[in-house]
C-alpha cells in the first residue's frame, strides 16, 4: 500500500511506523494526523493492539480523523471467511469489536473491498488520484520552502527503497517448500565397501580399510564442486570433484596407503548401503539432492563426437540460493566474546 502512495509523489506517514504504547506517542500520532491531508484505513481479519479501555490504536486513529474532518478513505477485505488462522481474531470480544469497526468505517462512505495486496494497491492508487482531483488539499508544498520539497522527495526516495528491500528480504525469507529436505550444514553420511585393487603389475593393493563411512556436508560437496568454478561444471567435472574429496579423505586415513590406489575406482556394497549400487548411483544421489533443494539447474547441450554422433552434455548451473551456500561454506562466523552469555540465551 505505501509503494502505491509513493508512485504518485504522495508522502505517507503509516502509523504502522510508529508505535502506540504511551500517551506521549499518542500525542505524537495525533500531530502526525492533524497535518496529513487524507487519512487511509485498511481493515482485514486482526482488530489491532489496544489501549486500557480495550479500543484499538486503529480504531482511534480513525475517530481522531473523522472527527478533524480529513477525507478519509476506507479499504475493507472481501472477505473475512477466506482468511484462515493467524489472519482472523481468535477471541469473540475482539472478533465482535472488529465487526462492529468495519460496519462504522463502511457507514456513510463509499469503502473499497479487496481480495489480495495487488489488489488494494490499485484501489489505494485510484482512490488518491480521485481524491487529489476532487477534494484537493494544501499538499506538501509551502511558500519560500522549497528545500523542505527536496528534503520530503529525497525521504519518499528512500522509503521506496526500504520498501523494495524488504520485499526481497521477504522473498529470501519465504518457504520455497524445502524446509524438510536435508540441506546446507546438515550432515551426511554413505557406508562404503572398499575393495582391494591393484597396481600396474598386478599385484594386489590392500584398501586402508574394509569399511569407510564418508562422511560431510551437502554444503561442503557444493563447495567441492563449485568452489574453483563458482557458475556451473557439466556432470563429469562434478563426478572429478567429487571423486577428488573422497580420495582426499581415504589419503587421511594411513600415512602408509599405496599412492596409487585411492585413483581406482572402487565399489560399494549393495547391502551397506540399498539405495546406491555403485559409485555412479551414489553420485546420483548427490545430484538428485542438489536439484530437489534449490541449489543447481539441470542444463543439456548437445555436442558432436568423434563419431559425428550427436551426445547431450549435463551442466549443473549453480542458482543464487546455491551462490549462498557456497558463500557460508567459506564465510567468517561471528566471534563470539562472551561465551557464558550467548550459552544463556540458547
Not at 504502522?16 to 502526525?32: G, H
Not at 519465504?174 to 546446507?184: E, F, H, K, M, V
Not at 563449485?226 to 557439466?234: C, I, K, M, V
Request: proline content about 4%.
Amino acid at each position: 500500500m505505501l509503494q502505491a502512495v509513493l508512485e504518485i509523489r504522495a508522502f505517507p506517514a503509516g502509523m504502522e511506523l510508529f508505535p502506540s504504547a504511551d500517551d506521549e506517542q499518542w500525542a505524537f500520532i495525533q500531530r502526525e494526523i492533524a497535518s496529513s491531508d487524507y487519512y487511509i484505513v485498511i481493515a482485514a481479519g486482526k482488530y489491532g493492539s489496544t489501549d486500557a479501555s480495550g479500543v484499538s490504536f486503529t480504531e482511534r486513529e480513525y475517530d481522531y480523523a473523522v472527527s478533524l474532518g480529513k477525507p478519509v478513505m476506507g479499504f475493507l477485505f472481501h472477505e473475512l471467511s477466506e482468511l484462515r488462522g493467524a489472519q482472523l481474531e481468535q477471541d469473540t470480544d475482539r472478533a465482535n469489536k472488529l465487526k462492529a469497526f468495519r460496519n462504522k468505517v463502511a457507514r456513510g462512505r463509499l469503502v473499497k473491498f479487496f481480495r489480495n495486496p495487488d489488489e488494494l494497491k490499485t484501489q489505494v492508487w485510484n482512490a488518491l488520484t480521485h481524491a487529489f482531483e476532487m477534494r484537493p488539499q494544501e499538499g506538501w508544498t509551502r511558500a519560500g520552502n522549497s528545500r523542505r520539497l527536496h528534503d520530503l522527495e529525497e525521504i519518499s526516495t528512500l522509503q521506496k527503497r526500504i520498501l523494495q528491500l524488504e520485499h526481497e528480504l521477504a522473498s529470501l525469507h519465504q518457504d520455497d517448500g524445502t524446509a524438510d529436505l536435508s540441506q546446507g550444514a546438515d550432515p551426511v553420511c554413505w557406508r562404503l565397501t572398499l575393495h582391494t585393487t591393484s597396481d600396474s603389475a598386478c599385484r594386489p593393493i590392500e584398501p586402508p580399510a574394509s569399511e569407510y563411512v564418508f562422511a560431510t556436508t551437502w554444503r561442503e560437496l557444493l563447495a567441492a564442486i563449485f568452489g574453483p568454478r563458482l557458475s556451473e561444471a557439466t556432470s563429469g567435472e562434478a563426478l572429478e570433484s567429487l571423486k577428488s574429496l573422497l580420495i582426499e579423505r581415504l589419503r587421511e586415513l594411513t600415512d602408509l596407503l599405496h599412492p596409487s590406489w585411492p585413483d581406482r575406482l572402487f565399489e560399494l556394497s549393495e547391502c551397506d548401503f540399498p539405495i546406491v549400487e555403485n559409485w555412479g548411483q551414489l553420485f546420483k544421489s548427490i545430484r538428485d539432492q542438489f536439484f530437489a533443494v534449490g541449489y543447481i539447474q539441470i542444463m543439456y547441450a548437445s555436442n558432436v563426437g568423434a563419431r559425428e554422433e550427436h551426445v547431450d552434455r549435463e551442466i549443473w548451473q549453480i542458482t543464487n540460493k546455491g551462490r549462498v551456500e557456497l558463500a557460508r561454506a567459506t564465510a567468517m562466523l561471528r566471534p563470539v566474546s562472551n561465551p557464558e552469555s550467548v550459552r544463556a540465551r540458547a
